[in-house]
Nanobody, 124 residues
Framework: QVQLVESGGGLVQAGGSLRLSCAAS????????MGWFRQAPGKEREFVAA????????SYADSVKGRFTISRDNAKSTLYLQMNSLKPEDTAVYYC?????????????????WGQGTQVTVSS
């Protein structure tokens, strides 16, 4: 079992930056591939970024490529999402997720554990 707690959300103006964190507890964090997803009001949850267990491989949704960076610190059991050049359309609840396999995964239905989410609001 893995427990995930997101933090770092908030209100920011368009063009600004935020860094989300996801603290993990439970089994060995370094064994899990991790991902960030988001869900805007009235929309389905969507993939944002993913990282392999080792941190070597990453993947991004086209909508955030070049603006967001996913990273992890296995020694601190923490996942990060650096978000730059934020746009109003980035407004959503952001969730981190963990998968028991080491390989990077972008399909949300394959993830085993989820955090409660953190709200990100970008004003125009």
């Amino acid at each position: 079992q893995v427990q995930l707690v997101e933090s770092g959300g908030g209100l920011v103006q368009a063009g600004g930056s935020l860094r989300l964190s996801c603290a993990a507890s439970g089994r060995t964090f370094s064994s899990y591939a991790m991902g960030w997803f988001r869900q805007a009001p009235g929309k389905e949850r969507e993939f944002v970024a993913a990282i392999s267990a080792s941190g070597v491989s990453t993947s991004y949704a086209d909508s955030v490529k070049g603006r967001f960076t996913i990273s992890r610190d296995n020694a601190k059991s923490t996942l990060y999402l650096q978000m730059n050049s934020l746009k109003p359309e980035d407004t959503a609840v952001y969730y981190c997720a963990a998968d028991r396999h080491r390989t990077l995964i972008t399909n949300l239905y394959e993830y085993d554990y989820w955090g409660q989410g953190t709200q990100v609001t970008v004003s125009s």
